[in-house]
């Protein structure tokens, strides 16, 4: 945790104007600064930065704020980090108040140490590149044998380990550094009291951090010898974990930012030559399997991931996880394949800017019809192959976390496969509802009886909905909105009383979580059944404290029983509501109607509570009657001002009068 005194001092030395001047090009404007937004593309310059009152303003996007916030903005910092880039810039020393533990120290110490070292590494391997005769005749010319222009050499900091044996580690030494930390970077190995340099002979490529700092390197060896690896990647370190960085990410975060879309490759090479034919926005993951470490770094940028393969690669089927893993993460995905025998490298060489956009748009496939020419190229005229295919399709549809997403997607395979889309949607589910089950740990699942029914059994619903109460059946209707639907908005009015006392309705938008719990507690209902009232209270116990719970508070809920029923109920087959049914009012999706469902679940649940308790006043007012009716006069008159009331709600519920009001 950083002090409060010295966050006011970072705040009182960083100025506005020389931090948003590290990344933007800043003009003067009077007493002001002008430039182009970095948030979007503009001919026009509305980014404006004042020093004078040390804030900045981006008209186009509407962004605004102090140093901080653009850090977040910009460079998607957390608070915190931006404060301590802040500090590091200034040198202003954070001392936080919960001191380290020995361990932390020693971390944070080797973390350090490790970083200064990599530092090192780099400006001696860029200086063996440009300024020693072997590295210009071997390393540069290798590089400018590839095309690559002297300026995205530098750019890209690009060296050379000189095949000398040691000569790197000599000069270490030299500079005092220790071998523990030479070798704990894995610059430096030694055998038998033999020290040598281990990227000796190789062209150097710095993996940088998100902030710029050197995290390990990569090296190719110009060798023909097949027995020599073409790469070698430095070893884990406290410094270096090759799951949760991306090569290139600190050259192109700005750039994704802009584009809001990401290019993904496998290699170096394939990044440093698009950002030579001008498409900056592109990482890659190094020649690792793809990691959700990865996938959540992108995130922080944008939605919207383009993978780039090679046209031969022998991986492609093999690349389906990660696929599986972006759509899991909520993103969008793409794919471009390249024609045989090219790659993003050798394919942004021999073209231009333009003609490489135009291929990449042209080319742009979504993963469902990537993923379904592949397999059928494998399954050929094979019926169970083609099962097992759509199956595996189904499946990645199935990580989606957007019901809408998931939705559209089932639709198109439907569609390409020629096959029953609700034959889909079934198996869709069953997928969904044991994954929940596992990545919950929740105990087995059940088929959920009706009257939660497909429609094409309509003629069955009256005889399922006698299973349960009617009373039953709406409160769980209710409860499955709350936790299939409860974050999404809905339209609905606002009920507005002015001075005079005149009455204004306006449409407004609410949560379902909000709209519901605000209908059932205007009219004083309850639940009956426990389970469904404790997850309802525990909704409204959420409002009160100005949260909206999301199916995964109660996927996630330490009551066993309520995660379970949770769980059974999120997992239910079927999205058709019975009192859809019932109503004969058809639709392929809830979600594509959602208002229109929320408020027939409220009506048929309102409705059957208040049936039932006018039935139960009225069984009292007969027993009363039958006892002595001067004797119960009074509550007599009492339960029938209630029944009164009762009908009076039903009928405004009957007239659609108020139902989805918020009154104020």
Not at 321 to 335: F, H, T, W
Not at 552 to 571: C, G, S, W
């Amino acid at each position: 945790m950083i002090p409060k005194r010295t966050i006011d001092e970072i705040f009182q030395t960083a100025r506005v104007e020389e931090v948003i001047g590290d990344f933007v090009q800043l003009k003067k404007s009077g007493s002001n600064f002008k430039a182009r937004s970095p948030f979007v593309d503009e001919k026009t310059p509305s980014f404006m930065v004042s020093p004078a009152k040390q804030i900045w303003k981006c008209f186009s996007s509407g962004k605004g704020g102090n140093v901080v916030s653009f850090l977040m903005e910009h460079e998607h910092f957390t608070y915190v980090e931006a404060l301590k880039w802040l500090a590091s810039k200034y040198n202003i020393e954070i001392q936080e108040e919960r001191e380290r533990t020995p361990e932390e120290e020693a971390a944070f110490s080797e973390r350090e140490n490790l970083s200064i070292i990599n530092e090192f590494a780099r400006d001696h391997f860029v200086y063996n590149l440009h300024n020693n005769e072997q590295g210009k005749a071997i390393g540069l010319s290798y590089f400018i044998e590839r095309g690559f222009r002297e300026d995205i050499i530098e750019k890209f900091q690009l060296g050379y380990c000189l095949d000398e044996g040691d000569a790197f580690t000599k000069a270490a030494l030299g500079k005092k550094y220790k071998l523990d930390f030479l070798e704990k970077a894995g610059l430096t190995k030694t055998k038998e009291d033999r020290s040598f340099d281990f990227f000796r002979g190789r062209v150097m490529f710095p993996i940088h951090s998100v902030a710029g700092k050197v995290l390990g390197f990569g090296g190719r060896t110009l060798r023909a010898d097949k027995k020599i690896a073409k790469y070698f990647n430095s070893p884990e370190s406290e410094l270096y974990n090759k799951s949760k960085i991306l090569y290139g990410l600190y050259f192109a975060k700005n750039s994704i930012i802009k584009h809001d879309r990401c290019f993904l490759v496998e290699g170096y090479t394939d990044v440093i030559s698009l950002h030579q034919a001008g498409i900056e926005n592109v990482v890659a993951s190094s020649g690792t399997a793809l990691t959700e470490d990865q996938i959540k770094l992108i995130k922080r940028y944008t939605e919207n991931i383009t993978i780039l393969y090679d046209g031969d690669s022998a991986g492609i089927r093999a690349s389906f996880r990660g696929i599986d893993m972006i759509l899991e993460q909520g993103m969008n995905v793409k794919v471009v394949l390249f024609p045989d025998g090219e790659d993003p490298d050798s394919f942004a060489k021999k073209s231009t800017t333009t003609e490489l956009n135009d291929y990449i748009n042209a080319n742009s496939k979504d993963f469902v019809v990537f993923k379904t020419n592949i397999l059928l190229k494998e399954a050929g005229d094979d019926p169970i192959q083609k099962a097992n295919l759509i199956r595996d399709i189904v499946e990645s549809i199935a990580k989606i976390p957007d019901a809408i997403k998931r939705q559209v997607y089932t639709r198109e395979c439907s569609s390409m496969f020629g096959m029953d889309e609700q034959l889909l949607i079934n198996e869709l589910s069953k997928y969904r509802k044991n994954e929940i089950a596992n990545k919950f740990g929740a105990p087995e699942i059940h088929e959920i009886e009706p009257p939660f029914i497909h429609v094409e059994q309509a003629d069955h619903t009256k005889e399922n909905l006698e299973i349960l109460s009617r009373i039953e059946a709406q409160e769980y209707d209710i409860i499955r909105i709350l936790l299939n639907y409860g974050v999404y908005m809905v339209a609905t009015e606002h009920v507005e009383t002015d001075e005079e006392g005149e009455e204004e309705v306006v449409n407004v938008e609410v949560s379902v979580i909000e709209l519901i719990i605000g209908e059932i507690e205007r009219d004083e209902l309850y639940f009956d059944e426990d389970i469904l009232k404790k997850i309802y209270d525990e909704f409204k116990a959420g409002l009160d404290r100005g949260e909206l719970l999301s199916d995964n508070y109660f996927l996630r809920h330490a009551d066993p029983e309520m995660q379970k029923a949770a769980v059974d109920i999120i997992t239910n087959r079927y999205e058709i509501s019975p009192n859809w049914v019932v109503k004969k009012v058809y639709t392929t999706s809830e979600l594509e109607k959602l208002e229109l469902a929320v408020k027939q679940s409220i009506y048929s649940y309102k409705t059957a509570k208040i049936r039932k308790e006018k039935d139960l006043i009225q069984k009292e007012i007969e027993r009363l009657n039958a006892e002595d009716i001067d004797a119960h006069i009074d509550e007599i008159m009492t339960l029938l001002a209630q029944q009164k009331k009762l009908d009076v709600v039903i009928g405004k519920l009957t007239n659609n009068d108020s139902l989805g009001r918020v009154i104020h």
